[in-house]
């Protein structure tokens, strides 16, 4: 399947995603590092630094990849669980259970890693009190289905974090910023894969993409409160929290008297 036809329907985008991250998963973490200067480490240990993780809590890592967020999170005393439609990234994470914060967190069984999609999430309604997603929004096939998702198994007063790309607003800041990952991806795909195309996706997708501003908008339009986007890198990259109202909103309540 070519790039652009990867984007002309949601199963078209989960396939192609799926088919992607499988070729680089053995490779993922050093390219994340590559490509981010060092920095997705620290972003992500601000993520979840501002998470509030109280210990017991049951927190959900959507897209965990080679699990980074989810370690970082049980090791906060969550009972975490990170999921991913790759089955290899997930191989990736609990081979990593070698590490000593990971190996503490698997022996108390506060991690498990779990395969699946997150626009259909094998949990029931209101099981967790976090749910954390590195780089998820992005890559879904559908967003507002995985953020109704994410609200459907969250309880009442649960918190949404996520980290991603921003789509910045600036039209020329925009195209040398797409131009420049385009350049990057063509050269390390061809480099490590013989394929431009690999990391191309990623200047592919952030141009689909509605931007933290537009991916705000739609958090707070399916029923978060308090949806704030913390910009990171001169905002080329953003976090977003948000959390769920700790009642039911009023016109659910007034529908079910
Ligand atoms: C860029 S990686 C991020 C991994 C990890 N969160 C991190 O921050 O390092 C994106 C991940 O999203 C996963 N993914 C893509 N679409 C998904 C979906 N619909 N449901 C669950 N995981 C998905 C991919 O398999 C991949 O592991």
Do not use: C
């Amino acid at each position: 399947m070519s790039l652009d036809s990867a984007f002309e329907s949601p199963q078209a985008k989960r396939q192609y995603v799926r088919k992607l991250f499988a070729t680089i998963a053995d490779r993922y973490d050093l390219i994340t590092a590559v490509l981010s200067y060092g920095q997705d480490a620290r972003w992500k240990k601000t993520l979840v630094s501002i998470a509030d993780i109280r210990p017991g809590e049951r927190a959900l890592d959507l897209a965990a990849g080679t699990g980074d967020i989810a370690f970082a999170v049980a090791a906060r005393g969550a009972k975490t669980i990170g999921l991913d439609i790759t089955h290899r990234m997930l191989q990736l994470a609990r081979l990593r259970s070698s590490g000593a914060s990971a190996r503490q967190a698997l022996k108390d069984s506060h991690v498990e890693f779990i395969t699946g999609d997150m626009t259909s999430l094998p949990f029931r309604s209101g099981a967790f009190d976090l749910v954390t997603t590195g780089y998820g929004l992005r890559n879904v096939p559908d967003l507002n289905t995985a953020i109704d998702e994410i609200a459907r198994v969250l309880k009442p007063g649960g918190r949404l974090l996520s980290l991603d790309f921003n789509r910045p607003e600036n039209a020329i800041v925009r195209a040398v910023y797409l131009a420049y990952l385009t350049v990057v991806g063509s050269t390390l795909g061809w480099i490590l894969h013989r394929d431009p195309d690999t990391y191309r996706y990623i200047p592919a997708s952030i141009r689909r993409y509605p931007g933290a501003r537009g991916v705000a908008d739609r958090i707070a339009a399916r029923g978060f409160d308090h949806v704030t986007v913390i910009p990171l890198l001169f905002g080329l990259m953003s976090l977003h929290l948000a959390d769920l109202p700790t009642e039911a909103p009023r016109a659910k309540v007034e529908r079910s008297r």
